[in-house]
């Protein structure tokens, strides 16, 4: 079924590797400053989605949008229809740990949610998301090469951004959990669904505890170790 009801690309498209940031403009960033040759597949509702190549690799680069129900369109479509075999989402976080500061990078072992994203799957007990640890142990090595703090662990995929529960976080920071993005779970659980491998590479833009923060066109622009790392985990697949 290509094209899809959101993603206007026809097969042979989108490249086996894709890199999947929140905001479409960093998509686009990407594909304007890192890879050689791009080509626009995609720009349904807005979600801009690239194609060219990293050091002689083919590689994608799309828009996920916000929340575990967009990034599951698009990631379940990527990997069902469009024969994609690796999603790396590339995204900012807020550091729940006070050991993170912004600029830090997070690999998402694993994914804790408080999203029904899993009921669907009708499991008969907790399901753990985790990432693949092939790109895992690849991204880890690489930012690692680039001489960067690096933090590994378990990350917390809310679907709250503004939650009414102010004590919540606490709660989260108490069982061990590195930083709250919106996307990972989600992710992590079609990929497994679908025998294909995903992970998530965040930057902490934001400190929850000291209330530092980034702007949106940092956020946007100028988190470029980041996109570094997964592009040259891409191009070692």
Known sequence: MTPTPHIDAQPGDIAKTVLMPGDPLRAKFIADNFLQDPVQFNQTRGMLGFTGSYKGVPVSVMGSGMGCPS???????????????????????????????????????????????????????????????????????????????????????????????TTAITRWQKMGILCVEMEAAALYMNAIRAGKNALTILTISDEIFTGKATTALERQTAFTNMMEVALETAAQL
């Not at 090469?145 to 939650?163: H, M, R």
């Open 71 to 165: 990034i599951g369109i698009y990631s379940y479509e990527l990997f069902h229809f469009y024969g994609v075999e690796n999603i790396m989402r590339v995204g900012t976080a807020g550091a729940v740990s006070l050991d993170l500061h912004i600029g830090d990078i997070v690999l998402g072992q694993a994914a804790c949610t408080n999203s029904a994203y899993v009921r669907q799957y009708n499991m008969p007990g907790e399901f753990a998301p985790i990432a693949s640890f092939g790109l895992l142990e690849k991204a880890a090595a690489n930012v690692r090469a680039k001489g960067l703090k690096l933090a590994v662990g378990n990350v917390l995929s809310s679907d709250t951004f503004y939650d009414d529960d």
